[in-house]
């Protein structure tokens, strides 16, 4: 098998140079790359595109690369709550393209499968549609969206081997899969890297072929976003 | 009386059949899991990737990487399936998913809705709704019948942003439910209690449509 | 959750009727649908159309519908060693459509991701873009290719739940988890039926979603088409 | 001295560079696998879905749900990963399979490849063959120089069906190593071991660049 293992976030990392696209997983807080985001903010890196599903919160998640002023454009179907990001986006410093969820996985999805483009119905008669091929097939209207061209994925997954076999866990999966499909050049970090042979063939999300660099992280903060409980009956 | 939202969620509940799938938005929408009739067997769709949503975890058992797409801690229930979002939207836009519940900002007389920019405000994103609205067969939309200012949100034409064209297929307001009607036009179907058909008509810029006597909504929980 | 179970395969294939068209998983003899295939001979469906990769052996797989005539059109991407079919193709009596095997596969997920068409470079230049719309993409053609529609999908996966969900066994899952997605109405034939809470969320290939009647059946052959071994040294 | 199926295979194996995923045709290509050197990690991918395809399985432990896109039992090796259709030729159509290794009928001086079809004869299919050709960066046909009936199967142009266009980068056959120029042409870089410039001219139709002292292949297995 081919070794794909590296030492830390910080040589993992090593050349994502100002200007360059990155996909980054994750759901909210939910599975992202969190070492790599640190290991960003360390190098510095500026003038990034962000393609990521949400933006993070002030203090965590790409919302740290924002007070560090290292994104100029985000690329993401909701940014939530963040005032940082708020500021930016009005003062002009931050570029914002808001697209539908479904769009920004299924993009990813065709650049991971090789196909430049994909017909969806999503945005059809919105701002959304605005410059977009429009094309009815049997009745319904579709718009063409091209796939996502992407410098480096940095995905999440909960454990990998060395040859870049990936499992995530629960719904910290969520973009992960297809965005490491995606990247020209693919890192991931895993919560517990293991040898070849310790993953179930049949059970790996994403095949080590995608996988350039993979290294286990440490230090995981897993915030929770919302913390929602049920009350426990007697 | 108009309703509360935990009344609209009620009412809502009622539309869903047995086997259904089911996506439910933040909001109102959300609440309409704690309504489900017994002996209905309905699985709610996350599209953060999850089918089998179960209820909030009890407190310490949260688990961060388990939530659902408003970012709730949630729980598994026997029978879930995990997926990425990829596979997510595709059942979402391959109509696998039987029914979809969301908010709304506006709804137009043919089925357009308006949930997710307001020009001059800070714009959130959209999310998931495009895909929703544009791709399920069957939308109920829970809101409003008027803001805060008094002013229909049922109208000829909606002025915000749209989310999508001609989809909705039904509402449920705090005044009432209503279809919409695939030539155009609210169909009036159902009147909370004590609420009158005038008092509807006047909360309704949009073309109303009002066809023999219009029964009370039967509402059993207090709000 | 949804209880998809029906006692057997006769049940399962009930309402396919004379003209419809089928899906049928499975790569050579290989993870095939081998119960439903023995019902639909039981009940004697003619002039279907069957989308498979391949079209069975003499006696085994598809070829025993071949066999008794019950199948007007394939479309496969290799169709074998198969005397009856080659008579019957000569005669006139079966149409085949043979398209690349990546195409076939794509064509089922546009139809489960509901994509009306996608584009591929396959085939581009060659009688496979007969007819069909050439597209230039970043200096590259491109075809476009339709989704599939068909009116059942008929997959075996190797475990399943009473929801549905489906978790296929090494290289016996090929098209099963695409056209398992992509039937109008998708049957599942299992090696063992389990309850649910029995499959772990984070493995199941094919959600439960999907599938609309699932099934145990029983006396799996599972006939090898090249048995191939290394020999043993001592 | 005209090289062995064996001798073809050991040739192209040394083609494969540490590190690269490979796809193995049917015929000669499935025997470069047996020629890989020391040293050199290659992960072989067979598209009906595997990836770390492992040698035969030894006798008593085939196991039927485990075949290679030739049909035959094979085994997995550690670090191995399974995978649906669509997957497999989403990873060949993005490119991250390295190289492709297939054999041809035809191939023409502009990297053209016939290999599915010969008009009047049962028609078996082109399988994967089509889009591995459209999609890989790399690839490297397995052929005989000339057909049975003494005629080069390295022509200006094909006469059979064509399986892709402009796709084939270098081709091994049992008489020269050759490049496929992007301007058109054979380039001529190796000879069989006693095989003269003039035999491999005559046996080839298609445009033939010969520059300089052309070398002889180093071959080391007796075939």
């Given amino acids: 098998m081919i070794n794909k293992v590296v030492t830390d976030a910080d040589e993992a990392i090593r050349d994502i140079e100002d200007g360059m696209t990155l996909m980054l997983g994750g759901f909210g807080l939910c599975g992202i790359p969190e070492n790599c985001i640190k290991a960003l903010i360390r190098k510095g890196t500026k003038d990034l595109t962000c393609i990521s599903n949400n933006a993070g919160v002030d203090d965590f998640g790409i919302g740290l690369m924002l007070q560090q002023k290292q994104v100029r454009k985000m690329i993401s179907s909701y940014v939530g709550e963040n005032a940082e990001f708020e500021r930016q986006l009005l003062s002009g410093e931050l570029e914002v393209e808001l697209i539908p969820q479904g769009t920004l996985a299924t993009r990813c999805m065709a650049a991971g499968y090789g196909m430049p483009a994909i017909f969806t119905p999503a945005g059809v008669g919105t701002e959304v549609a605005e410059g977009k091929e429009v094309r009815n097939f049997n009745g319904k209207d579709y718009l063409m969206e091209m796939a996502f061209d992407a410098d480096f994925a940095i995905v999440k997954a909960w454990k990998g081997d060395t040859a870049g076999n990936l499992i995530y866990r629960s719904t910290a999966r969520n973009f992960n899969p297809v965005m490491a499909m995606a990247g020209k050049v693919t890192i991931a970090e895993v919560e517990e890297l293991v040898a070849v042979g310790e993953l179930d063939p049949d059970s790996i999300h994403t095949p080590g072929i995608f996988v350039h660099r993979v290294f286990q992280g440490n230090n995981y903060e897993k915030r929770i976003e919302q913390r929602t409980v049920t009350e426990r009956r007697l | ?223």
């Avoid at chain 2, 008094?150 to 749209?162: I, N």
């Avoid at chain 2, 989310?163 to 449920?172: D, H, L, M, Q, R």
Wanted: proline share 5%; with cysteine; aromatic share 4%.
């Fill in chain 2, 1 to 223: 009386m108009a309703l509360s939202k935990e009344q609209i969620a009620q009412r809502i509940s009622r539309e869903i059949r047995d086997g259904y799938y089911v996506n439910l938005g933040i909001g109102i929408p959300t609440l309409v899991a704690n309504y489900i009739p017994q002996g209905i067997n309905v699985v709610l769709q996350s599209e953060n990737g999850l089918l089998g949503m179960g209820p909030f975890p009890y407190e310490g058992e949260e688990d961060p990487d388990l939530i659902n797409a408003g970012k709730q801690t949630i729980t598994t229930l026997p029978g879930s399936a995990i997926f990425d979002s990829a596979l997510s939207f595709g059942m979402i836009r391959s109509q696998k998913v039987n029914l979809t519940i969301l908010g709304a900002m506006e709804v137009s007389e043919n089925g357009d809705i308006a949930n997710w920019k307001i020009p001059g405000k800070m714009v959130k994103g959209m999310g998931g709704a495009m895909d929703l609205v544009a791709s399920a067969k069957n939308i109920i939309v829970a809101m409003q019948h008027v803001n805060k200012a008094g002013e229909s949100k049922l109208l000829p034409e909606c002025t915000l942003p749209l989310t999508g064209v001609k989809c909705v297929k039904k509402i449920v307001t705090e005044l009432a439910v209503l279809e919409v009607l695939p030539a155009g036009g609210f169909k009036l179907l159902e009147r909370a209690p004590g609420v009158s058909v005038e008092e509807i008509k006047n909360a309704t810029a949009g073309k109303l449509i009002v066809e023999g006597e219009i029964p009370e909504m039967v509402i059993t929980s207090v709000g």
